[in-house]
Structure formats: C-alpha cells, structure tokens
C-alpha cells in the first residue's frame, strides 16, 4: 500500500529539505519505491539545462522512480524571495491549478513513500487569494512537519500544527531538526514540543557537519508515522 505526505516547515531554512530527503533514504533503506516533488523553487540556479533547484535536485537524487526535473520541480523561479513575489518579477502566474496536475501525476506513480514538499512556513502566498497549503489540501494529504529547533521554535510549531488541523489535514508527524544546537535549555524545549504537538516525533537531527541524506537518515523513524 503506497503513502503520501506533505513536508512543511515551521518557518524558511529550518531543513524541511534535509529531512525530507533523508526520509525517503530511509523508507529506500527499508525497501520503498519514493518519489518527491517540490511544486515551486524560487532561488534556481541558471544550468545549460535550464534553472534548477539544489533543493528540487536533492529529493530527485533520492526518488527510485525514474524522474524528469520538470516532473519534481514543475516551476523553478531564479530570484531567491517568496514563491509568489519571484513569479511576479518572472511575469509568470502562480496559482494553484496550475501546480495541481503535476503533483496528481507523481502521487499517480503510486510509489511507496511519496513526498511532496512546500516551501518555507505552512501559509507561504501563491497569490492574493491562495496559498500553498491550499495545495496540501487539495491533494488531501497528512502533513509531516519540519520543527527548526531554535529560539522561539515552541510558538512556531504549534500555531503550525493549529492551521493544519483546521485547515482539514491530519499531523502525521513531525520532526526536530536542530538548526541551533546552542538553544537554551534545549531538551527542555524539546520536552515541551513533544507534549504540545499533537503527533509523534519522527526524529531529533542534530546539526551535522555533512547533512546528507544518509546521516539524517540514521536519525529518523517512519516507524512512527501516525
């Protein structure tokens, strides 16, 4: 039976890509055919084969399935800001139907482990009437969330994981990825995300001097994906 999942931040460069690609390194560890897509990438680089994204490129290189870039990161922008301010510098128009039917085909893959991830927080502005949590739901997918454990992380996580239960969704789980291991009081911090947040932790990543998909995978249970 194949799974899906959204992968949401609690904020911008929390790791929502680190530990998405070592998620799918661990469910291919497991024996898991994967497949990932980030529907928008702002800050793309210009190649001889276009823009590309490190991030979109990262997921591509732990997909199983053989995977176009174009089918992972239907719509790479250059500028690196906010997805629906780098459309508009691009003069393309960024909305949600234009990023759901590349998202439909790759869940129609029916890998085992699917991840679609967002970009930056939970409510990141496609434009003046949408978001891409919008698109989260219309694909109806639980959500793993990404916690970036540093000062103020706690406000962060949990007004997150309010929005995407009201917004309709189930937590599946979330992750803490220690982006400050200097936090005050960290396992304190941790302690209070672990009885505030309404799922269970998937892992703690610690800040790793080589984060690749591997190391991170040591550090993560899709054992305990509700």
């Given at each position: 039976m194949s799974s899906a999942f959204f992968i949401a931040g609690t904020d911008t460069d929390v790791g929502k890509t680190t530990v998405a690609a070592g998620l799918l390194r661990a469910a291919r560890h497991v024996g898991l055919s994967t497949v990932a897509g980030k529907p928008v990438a702002s800050g793309c680089t210009r190649t001889?084969?276009?823009l590309r994204n490190s991030d979109a490129l990262a997921l591509l290189g732990e997909c199983s399935l053989p995977l176009d870039y174009a089918e992972v990161n239907p719509l790479a922008l250059e500028p690196a800001i906010a997805p629906h301010l780098a459309a508009r510098e691009a003069g393309v128009q960024l909305e949600l139907a234009s990023l759901l039917p590349a998202m439909q085909r790759l869940l129609a893959r029916q890998?085992?482990?699917?991840?679609?991830?967002?970009a930056g927080g939970w409510?990141?502005?496609l434009n003046d009437r949408e978001y891409l949590s919008d698109l989260?739901?219309?694909l109806k997918l639980p959500v793993i969330l990404v916690v970036g454990v540093r000062l103020g992380c706690i406000n962060h996580a949990v007004l997150s994981a309010e929005a995407i239960l009201r917004d309709g969704l189930p937590?599946?789980?979330?992750v803490a990825n220690i982006v400050d291991p200097g936090t005050s009081r960290l396992h304190e911090n941790l302690q209070t995300l672990s009885?505030?947040?309404p799922a269970p932790c998937?892992?703690?990543?610690?800040r790793?001097?080589?984060a690749n998909s591997e190391n991170v995978a040591r550090y993560l249970h899709l054992d305990r994906l509700g």
């Open positions: 001889a084969d276009g890998a085992d482990f699917t991840l679609i991830e967002g409510r990141v502005p989260a739901m219309a937590l599946a789980g979330w009885e505030q947040l998937l892992g703690q990543v610690p790793l001097e080589q």
